[in-house]
């Protein structure tokens, strides 16, 4: 038993090895668009090498991945496209003069128009931290501490995030458990409620 205990240990430091080195080169200030294909890299060698993994799984599991990675990354490119497209037309600028037209100079009234509303119609079109970068800024213009609106567009997003991206965190999430859409709304409905508590 001493054996395969020593064996665990050793199979956890070497499959921590590529995280390993995602710390040491980001600590050395190694761009990520460079860090990480390294260490996904060292990660794909590992598999193949030292865990003897079969070298079509790894690849088919790399395809796969690729592919559910454009999911999230197809929402955010959106978000930012309509964030972009804001900046570039005189969309952005009526948003916040109507922003403030409707708060009327009231701080309660702009943090909840800004950091809730506004944060809630970005969140259902793109979710995963679009919210908070896009609303955060608007109140910085408007005066307030830039730490102090980060944190508040991240509070008070914090209950519509199980629905962002219509639905994505909830769907994309449990998505190979085999649930049905039943199930998907009685883990929508727990989660908000884990939220509220």
Avoid: H
Avoid at 59 to 70: F, S
Avoid at 176 to 188: R, S
């Amino acid at each position: 038993t001493a054996a395969l205990s020593a064996m665990g240990a050793l199979d956890t430091v070497v499959g921590l090895a590529p995280v390993a080195l995602l710390v040491c080169l980001t600590v050395l200030g190694v761009r990520t668009d460079k860090s990480l294909p390294l260490a996904t890299l060292l990660l794909w060698l590992i598999s193949l090498v030292y865990f003897k993994f079969e070298a079509n799984v790894m690849n088919a599991t790399v395809i796969r991945g690729v592919g559910e990675a454009l999911t999230p990354i197809a929402i955010v490119f959106g978000a930012i496209s309509l964030f972009e497209s804001m900046k570039l037309t005189p969309v952005l600028e009526w948003t916040r003069s109507l922003l403030k037209q409707f708060s009327r100079g009231n701080k309660v009234g702009e943090l909840f128009l800004i950091s809730w509303a506004f944060s809630y119609l970005i969140e259902g079109c793109s979710g995963f931290g679009t919210p908070t970068a896009l609303s955060a800024p608007l109140l910085v213009e408007l005066g307030y501490d830039p730490l102090e609106a980060v944190v508040t567009c991240l509070i008070m997003n914090t209950l519509a995030t199980p629905f962002g991206a219509a639905g994505t965190p909830i769907w994309f999430g449990f998505d190979n458990l085999g649930f049905d859409d039943d199930d998907f709304v009685t883990i929508g409905f727990w989660a908000q409620l884990c939220c509220f508590a």
